[in-house]
């Protein structure tokens, strides 16, 4: 079976479901009012939101006694039963009912099965070329997802990270091909990433396989830190993939002098950095972000060593 969304259908999912779930139907209200700055950052404008509903992700336990101990909340037999789910292959789209897009959507496997990318970059461009105006991403288990025990998507209108336009004037440094398919480094701006452009989903994932198994692996985890975003383009999809070396900035925390509740994922590394205090959203500034960005994810040399280890 082929399968095929548009955009189109999605959004009017979405209005459904906001018109028969009032929970969600509040947090998707209560988002236009959220206030959002922007910070100019070398080569790439960013935004900070302040959204206090995230404050459940955002200080979320993802320790394995924590997840033990919750029932989880992608599994069909555990959501509300007002959320209605488009199949979609081996997965279900929802709507995320804490949203930070104005349009935003869940995209869980419809078993629990950890959260690795492994095997579904295919599955990934497939659905971010159906879905055009929106973006596709995947935190990786400790890199932002909220539930690492159940792998999952999420995706969200593209128009408003701020990524992927500052990509379109960046230098990209061809690494490997694959037909058509480039996989190429970007170290000219604060966030450094790797971008596979494709036309056909299966080399894309080739060369995202070839470029998986050469970044390093930290000890104990099952695939390398990263988050992931994937959109349409004229062309195809590009997806882009960042690199990560730690979960959360040094200073994350609520307490004390300094601290900020601030944990980075890929709408951060898209371009909208979420705040859920108010206090950490007036005190997010330029120099602070690149201390972010220096911290968790690779810098120049860290990226291009591992793009002279593609094979
Ligand atoms: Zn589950």
Redesign the pocket.
Known sequence: MELKVNSQQIDQFIASQIAEWPMAAGNFEALKGVKVKEVALPGWTVKVQFNPARIVSSSAKVDAKSLKERK????KE?RPEVQRGIDYGKYTILINPFPIFPRHLTI?DR???DQLISGRIADMMTLAAQLDEYTVFYNGPRCGAS?P??MHFQAGNSDFLTLGEALESADLKTVATDGDAVLAVVDSLPLKVFVIDATDPAAGERLFDRLYRAIPVPEGEKEPMMNLLCFATPAGVRLVVIPRKRHRPSFYGTEGEGTMLLSPASVDMGGVFITPLEKDFNALDADKILQVLDELCLSASEINEIAQNVQ
């Not at 989880?72 to 599994?75: D, G, H, I, K, V």
């Open positions: 989880c909340f992608l599994c555990n869980p078993s629990h099965t539930a025990d159940h």
